[in-house]
Each structure stands twice: as structure tokens, then as C-alpha cells.
């Protein structure tokens, strides 16, 4: 190709698109995974079914070709793995293109007490406002992802801005290898958290948009579909920090959750693990509720999945623990859809209030 491309803007980017000099062919590269690049797939499938319905758009076509890695879909799925390595690279290390022997961890990111899963701009404001890119925190802006380093009284933090689908655990699976063999050891076991927050579709009508949501179990779509219909062999636990008591037991019941965090009324209960947002059928959705769903998102199963490796694994070096606080943005078996923007940021705020309580507490 030789004719001119140009960058798209984007209020909201996740990877750059461009757009040749004729302004007819888009090209989006995809680095952070498999669910991203099916993402864009379903979505132009969509665009084609809404055409049909009107008559003078009836004949229009899109033409959706994915470019595999050397023609291969195997190494594409190689790639999406060695892109989360350089990046972690990026993030930890001082010489990331040392020889391997030679690497050294950066002086700021030993001592990190938990990483941060979430859209950095509300952290900013939540947690740090007009002290953001001062002395207790700063944003790198990397092409694959952004990321936060910072200080809430006395706890070093990192933060990772949204992830999609499968990228949360391509992404920990580098960060948590990295740091369990250069920070911790058999002698001095490091404790960490990994917390996760953001949006989430509420299953349950009588939650609205902005209630806090916090999953103790998951379920994957995957089984569903597949004709599965035995939820209690189907639900997968989430040992969830926000919810341990200092009894060693996690709280089952609003009450409990109330009086530690003052929340009124939290949507707790079982998260469904989305195939692709852009492809939810409500009946679908229904038939997950009708198997005990009460929420559904995309990164909470590989996220955990990620974790629980980690803690196999790396044993004799890390401890490390899952934390996530969700908020409600759409109700879509009520047709309250992502469409309609939410009209306040209460619900993220009271995640990151749960969220910071438990890393001062831990």
C-alpha cells in the first residue's frame, strides 16, 4: 500500500485506528489479545444485521479481514503473549533489553503493595486529584497500556489502566513471574494484592445504575452454551479480599458487607463471564440468570485464573490475593444499555473508597 494514512481520533482509545488517504479501508492494530480482535469482528457483524433493517442501507457492505502474524494464527496468539512480556519489561525493569542475566528491577517497583486493575483517570481523581504527576504519583503513557505508579499513605501502588478481556491474564501472568522471582523469597514471602474495578451489568432489576457489586463466584459462558445446566458444579469460587472477615471467613450476606463499608445495598453474588459484549442476546442473559448470575463482565475469570497460577507456582516467594469492587453502568435484560452514559461517578468512587480501605488494612 502506498497512499497516506492517518490516525484517527479517539476520546477513548484503546489502540490506534487508521484510515487510508481515501477514507475507505480502517486499519486497527490489535495487540492486547484474542477477545479484543473478536471484539471488532462481532461489532461489524452487528453494524451489517442493524443495516439490513433500513431500505436504502440494505446493499451496503463491509468487508472485515483479520491479518494473522506471517499468515499464522498460531504465532498471532504467540504475539498477543509477547507483547505483554515486553511491556511488563517496560514497566519493572530498569534495562529491559539487557541480557536477561543482567536485568534489574527499577528502585520504585519493589516495593509495591498491590496492583490496581482500573480506568486511571478515576483513580487519579479518587485517589490523588491535584497531587496526580507530583511527588506521590505519576502516568506513563506506553502504547500497549497505561499505567500508574503511586503512594496512598505509606502503600506503593500500581496501576494498570482498563484491560480487556483476555489481556488481564496475559498481563499478570508476566507481571506476577517477574515479580515472584525478583522481589520475593523463601525467606521473605511477599504479600500482594491484585485489585480489579470497574464497570459491570447488573442481572438483578432491583439494582440501578452506580450500586457497588462485588462477585464471590464466576460462571463462564462458554458453559452454558455449551448446554450445561448444573450451576453448582458450574461456579467457579472467588476468594475475594474485599469480603474476608478478620475470622478467616468471607461475608455471604449484605449485613456483614453494610457494616464494614457502610454500603447500604450490594449486588453480591455470581458473575457471568462474557463471550463478547457486542454479541449478548437476552436470552442468553436470562438463561444465566435463571443458573444464579446476578452480573456479567469480561475480566474477573481470567483475572483470578492468572492469580491462582501465582499462587501455585510461586509459593515459596508471593502471596498474592484477589480484591474486586465493581459499580453498576447498564441493566441490559431491563434495555438500560452502555448507550446512555452513566450521570454520576458515585459508584466509582465508593469501589476505589472499598478498594483503598483494604490495601491500608492489609
Known amino acids: 500500500m502506498t497512499e497516506e494514512i492517518e490516525v484517527i481520533p479517539q476520546e477513548n482509545q484503546r489502540e490506534p485506528i487508521f484510515i487510508d488517504g ?21 461489532m461489524i457483524e452487528r453494524y451489517l444485521d442493524c443495516m439490513k433493517r433500513f ?11 483479520t491479518h494473522e502474524i506471517r499468515g499464522m494464527p498460531t504465532q498471532t496468539v504467540i504475539e498477543y503473549d509477547n507483547l505483554a512480556y515486553d511491556f511488563q519489561k517496560r514497566v519493572l525493569l530498569g534495562n529491559p533489553d539487557a541480557p536477561h542475566d543482567e536485568r534489574v528491577m527499577k528502585e520504585e517497583m519493589k516495593g509495591i503493595d498491590a496492583f490496581v486493575m482500573g480506568p486511571i483517570n478515576i483513580i487519579q481523581d479518587a485517589w490523588f486529584g491535584k497531587e496526580f504527576q507530583g511527588e506521590k504519583a505519576k502516568i506513563v503513557s506506553d ?10 499513605d505509606g502503600k506503593k501502588i500500581l496501576c494498570f489502566d482498563y484491560v480487556y478481556g483476555d489481556q488481564a491474564g496475559l498481563l499478570l501472568d508476566k507481571i506476577l513471574r517477574e515479580y515472584a522471582t525478583r522481589v520475593g523469597s523463601g525467606k521473605d514471602i511477599k504479600k500482594i494484592g491484585v ?31 455449551g448446554g450445561i445446566r448444573d450451576p453448582d458444579s458450574m461456579r467457579s469460587p472467588v476468594m475475594n479480599l474485599v469480603l474476608l472477615g478478620d475470622n478467616g471467613l468471607f461475608m455471604n450476606n449484605r449485613g456483614e458487607f453494610k457494616e464494614r463499608y457502610g454500603v447500604e ?3 453480591l453474588g455470581t458473575n457471568l463471564n ?3 459484549v457486542a454479541k449478548q442476546e437476552r436470552a442468553d442473559l436470562r438463561a444465566a440468570r435463571d443458573l444464579g448470575c ?26 498474592v490475593d484477589f480484591g474486586g469492587v465493581f459499580y453498576v453502568s447498564d441493566r441490559p435484560l431491563e434495555g438500560d444499555t452502555l ?24
Open 274 to 276: 462474557s463471550l463478547s
Open 22 to 42: 481515501n477514507r475507505e479501508n480502517l486499519f486497527i492494530p490489535v495487540y492486547s489479545g484474542c477477545l479484543r480482535t473478536r471484539r471488532y469482528s462481532d
Open 143 to 152: 502504547e500497549y497500556l497505561k499505567y500508574l505508579v503511586g503512594n496512598i
Open 195 to 225: 485489585y480489579m474495578f470497574g464497570r459491570i451489568g447488573s442481572l438483578d432489576p432491583a439494582f440501578r445504575r452506580n450500586s457497588i457489586a462485588v462477585p464471590n463466584f464466576v460462571m463462564n459462558e462458554i458453559d452454558i452454551k
Open 265 to 267: 445495598n450490594v449486588l
Open 339 to 362: 448507550e446512555k452514559e452513566l450521570d454520576s461517578d458515585q459508584g466509582a468512587m465508593k469501589a476505589l473508597d472499598i478498594i483503598k480501605q483494604n490495601i491500608l488494612r492489609s
Open 55 to 65: 431500505p436504502d442501507m440494505k446493499n451496503a457492505q463491509i468487508d472485515f479481514i
Open 294 to 319: 446476578s452480573m456479567v463482565e469480561m475480566e474477573v475469570l481470567e483475572t483470578i485464573l492468572a492469580i491462582k497460577r501465582a499462587r501455585y507456582r510461586y509459593a515459596d516467594s508471593l502471596d
